[in-house]
């Protein structure tokens, strides 16, 4: 399974911003897809994630500001961030967790990252 995420770059305070990340590979079934951010000098941290059902759960500091979502037939998850403050400036990575279909096997994968600037 591989995760590409697209959509960081630079956006001014109180700006918005959507990232996406589309799962693909072999045949697998995804149980949460989720974000987790990482700023300079800080452990990356979980920032939002949904499980297959759509039952959320988001850090607190960005509750009513950030949405997660994600499309099962396409097998991305997205997070529209809005309101957005000079702290959540990082890397933003996501996850997904499932098991591959031929083999059985549980699996973890995270994407490349993308960068997030918001900045005055």
């Known amino acids: 399974v591989q995760l590409q995420a697209f959509g960081g770059g630079l956006v001014q305070i109180g700006g918005s911003l959507r990232l996406s990340c589309a799962a693909s590979?072999?045949?697998?079934?995804?149980?949460?897809m989720g974000w987790y951010r990482q700023a300079p000098g800080k452990q990356r941290e979980l920032v939002a994630v949904?499980?297959?059902?759509?039952?959320?759960n988001y850090v607190d500091s960005v509750k009513g500001r950030f949405t997660i979502s994600r499309d099962n037939a396409k097998n991305t998850v997205y997070l529209q961030m809005s309101n957005l403050k000079p702290e959540d400036t990082a890397v933003y990575y996501c996850?997904?967790?499932?098991?591959?279909?031929?083999?059985?096997?549980?699996?973890?994968?995270w994407g490349q990252g993308t960068l997030v600037t918001v900045s005055s």
């Open positions: 996850k997904a967790t499932g098991v591959d279909l031929c083999s059985q096997v549980r699996f973890q994968f």
């Open positions: 590979g072999s045949t697998f079934s995804i149980d949460d």
């Open positions: 949904i499980g297959s059902g759509g039952r959320t």
